[in-house]
């Protein structure tokens, strides 16, 4: 008896036909070609997927950015997943979508997830260029004029922190992030100091009683600096225990933080709820959410205020808008994830969502250097603290392969650094 199973729909070779659906396509329009491209013109290493089709200069990009693991990513989209799209008519991104998805049966993650993620968003692009409409207008049109963003103000000391959030002030910004370092080389966001221990058996050591004691005191100092018109924010980094996020939340209270970010180590999110409940901060948590599912179940279960997703690691744009019509319609909103290791595919990508989606809460922003505008043309950029969408079709971002190759991605950027984050006692703690 002939069976069904998967190698009886190899061809001799051990090749995959070509993965069509049940449906004849309308018209001729065809995939030809999936790559991933891999440059890093800040260092960090940003992965883009270009997909190309039958018709003459018609291609779309995708962000498949995930940067510590950049080259797993790059050869899933070459060896497993261009396969399955190359033939494919470039409209049905639903199915395609879901076809990448199940084809690898073990699914998630954020490898497979931006492989994905690089695909889907191509496709995207796609779209908006064969309808001449940016994408945001394929998902219903704008909700406002243009994205009020965040940025970063980071130093070795608590007036250094505040110098920096002046200068992001004078530029326009109205919602910053404080990040102050201290003693040891594990400090998060900013410079740490080497030594900083030196009776313990890691001198470089990050000390989380320290954390819970300082950070207060750099919110403090900030509103009598900054005043009470400034929205601010601060990133834990997943490295308290789920009381001592309760208890950095309620000494922070008197300082009226906008949001609270990542309090607890993804192990520990079914505690979420009980966090944010006891909390009196906004909790906004999500980048490190490598599945659709666990989204929903921060949505769903009262564990978040806002939704932080790092967009591609849950698979691109289309399940991004379904997170985001729950997070709507439970009264969560967004934040998404943006810095350096996002590219300005992704970005654009995430401005497409961010202008369209009455759930927006707030966007992280980035300041890209010279070298990654002339990679990307079309970058976006933040302009008296807000970030428009570009109205060309598509995304309204390109990418010139002749510049990317001369910026070749450095394998252990990330490890070099999360290798040391260790507490006093020689312990690992997450990065």
């Known amino acids: ?101 199940y084809s690898s049966y073990w699914r998630g993650g954020p490898v497979l997830n931006n492989a994905l993620s690089g695909v889907d968003q191509a496709l995207w692009d796609i779209a908006g260029k064969r309808a001449g409409l940016p994408v945001y207008e394929l998902l219903g049109g704008r909700s406002r004029a243009a994205v009020e963003v965040y940025s970063h103000a980071a130093g070795g000391t608590v007036e250094e922190t505040l110098d920096e959030a002046e200068q992001l002030i004078a530029s326009g910004y109205r919602h910053i992030r404080l990040q102050t370092g201290g003693p040891g080389l594990g400090t998060y966001g900013a410079p740490g100091t080497r030594g900083g221990y030196p009776r313990s058996p890691h001198p470089d050591g990050w000390d989380v009683d320290r954390y819970l004691r300082t950070t207060p005191e750099l919110f403090a100092a900030a509103r009598d600096r900054l005043g009470d018109g400034i929205s ?18 309620r000494a922070l209270e008197p300082y009226r933080l ?42 769903r279960d009262g564990g978040i205020d806002l939704l932080r997703l790092h967009t591609s690691a849950v698979g ?37 969502v961010d202008i369209s989606t009455p759930a927006f809460g707030y966007q992280e922003s980035h300041t890209y250097n010279d070298a990654t505008h002339e990679v990307f043309p079309g970058t976006p950029v933040v302009r008296e603290g807000y970030l428009a969408p570009s ?7 390109d990418l010139d392969e002749k510049e990317a190759a001369k910026y070749p991605p450095v394998k252990f950027r990330h490890e070099s650094w999360s290798a040391q984050v260790r507490r006093p006692d020689g312990g690992l703690d997450a990065p």
């Open 258 to 299: 906008s949001f609270l970010e990542d309090v607890i180590a993804p192990e520990h999110y079914d505690r979420l709820p009980e966090v944010r409940a006891a909390s009196p901060v906004p909790i906004a948590v999500g980048e490190q959410i490598g599945s659709v599912t666990d989204a929903v179940r921060l949505i």
């Open 1 to 101: 008896m002939t069976g069904s199973g998967p190698d009886d729909l190899l061809d001799a070779s051990g090749a995959l036909p070509q993965a069509t659906p049940p449906w004849t396509p309308r018209d001729a329009l065809r995939v030809t070609a999936v790559r991933p491209i891999v440059t890093a013109p800040e260092g960090i290493a940003l992965v883009v997927v270009r997909v190309e089709t039958s018709e003459p200069g018609l291609y779309g990009l995708g962000c498949a950015t995930f940067t510590q693991r950049y080259a797993a990513v790059a050869a899933a989209v070459e060896e497993h997943v261009a396969p399955l799209v190359i033939g494919r008519h470039p409209a049905d991104i639903e199915d395609i979508t879901r076809l990448v998805h």
């Open 391 to 397: 109205d060309a079709p598509g995304w309204g971002v």
């Open 232 to 249: 601010l924010m601060h990133d834990v980094h997943s490295r308290l225990t789920p009381k001592q996020a309760v208890v950095l939340a």
């Open 316 to 352: 691109g744009l289309t399940p991004t808008r379904k997170l985001v019509a729950l997070a709507e319609l439970l009264g969560v909103r967004t934040a998404f994830h943006a810095p350096g290791d996002t590219s300005p595919v992704g970005v654009a990508a995430n401005l497409a």
